[in-house]
């Protein structure tokens, strides 16, 4: 089973609306996580890492007010995609260590924004 | 900047068919490899990974190489099937993060 869990798997969301996509990890204590955000036959692009109990890292071009990072708990990292357009419309995936040389990825969020 | 390059971008191949799958990377100072397994509108799926002091890593069908001198790795998988049709991603570890390549699409025809 997922280690790492992501919900939703899809979502629709009406252009000028926030949309919250949960990152969990089931078995271990992820003190931090990483947003990828992956385009149409692009690669993933690192987005934010997560920091639990405080401010998340942004990649250079990431939107901070927009791209709401909330890292509550060692075992969940939240993403908010504020007023989403329809050009946020993407694969959103995150990631989470669970020992020093083991990553876990969640099965991704397809975001459309119509 | 710590750039991560694929080639081909895709590549079609017979069943039974051994290929080679090409990384290349422009930072050196990485801690470890990671070759990844993409399914259509899925996550991620670990295939191997190489400690930077190592050469490479092999599991079943798959062997991975690591040459940090150079900045490049491979992906040879022997004996290609139909179920091995997905996108493969290497990533580069730098400090916590990841950097990834575009992908090699891959399809095997039966």
């Known amino acids: 089973g997922a280690v790492v869990s992501q919900h939703p798997s899809w979502v629709i969301c009406k252009s000028g609306t926030s949309v919250k996509i949960e990152c969990r990890s089931l078995?271990?204590?992820?003190?931090?996580m990483f947003w990828y955000r992956q385009f149409p036959k692009q690669s993933l692009m690192l987005m934010a890492t997560?920091?639990?109990?405080?401010?998340?890292?942004?990649e250079q071009g990431v939107e901070k007010d927009k791209f709401l990072i909330n890292h509550a708990s060692l075992t969940l990292s939240t993403l908010t995609v504020t007023s989403a357009h329809p050009e946020d419309s993407s694969f959103y995936i995150c990631?989470?260590?669970?020992?020093?040389?083991?990553?876990?990825f969640g099965e991704g969020s397809w975001l459309t924004v119509v | 900047k710590q750039e991560v390059t694929q080639i081909p971008a895709a590549l079609s191949v017979p069943e039974g068919e051994n290929l080679v799958l090409n990384c290349s990377f422009t930072?050196?100072?990485?801690?470890?490899l990671q070759w990844f397994r993409q399914d259509p509108g899925k996550g991620l799926t670990s295939l191997l990974l190489?400690?930077?002091?190592?050469r490479e890593q092999t599991s079943g069908r798959l062997n991975a190489s690591l040459d940090k001198s150079s900045g490049r790795s491979t992906l040879y998988i022997a004996a290609s099937q139909p179920g091995d049709s997905a996108t493969y991603l290497c990533?580069?570890?730098?400090?916590?993060?990841?950097?990834f390549g575009a992908g090699t699409r891959l399809t095997v025809k039966p």
């Open positions: 997560s920091n639990e109990g405080s401010k998340a890292t942004y």
């Open positions: 078995d271990f204590q992820a003190t931090t």
């Open positions: 990631s989470a260590w669970a020992t020093a040389t083991t990553i876990y």
């Open positions: 930072d050196s100072a990485i801690y470890n």
């Open positions: 990533a580069g570890r730098y400090n916590n993060d990841m950097r």
């Open positions: 190489i400690q930077s002091s190592q």
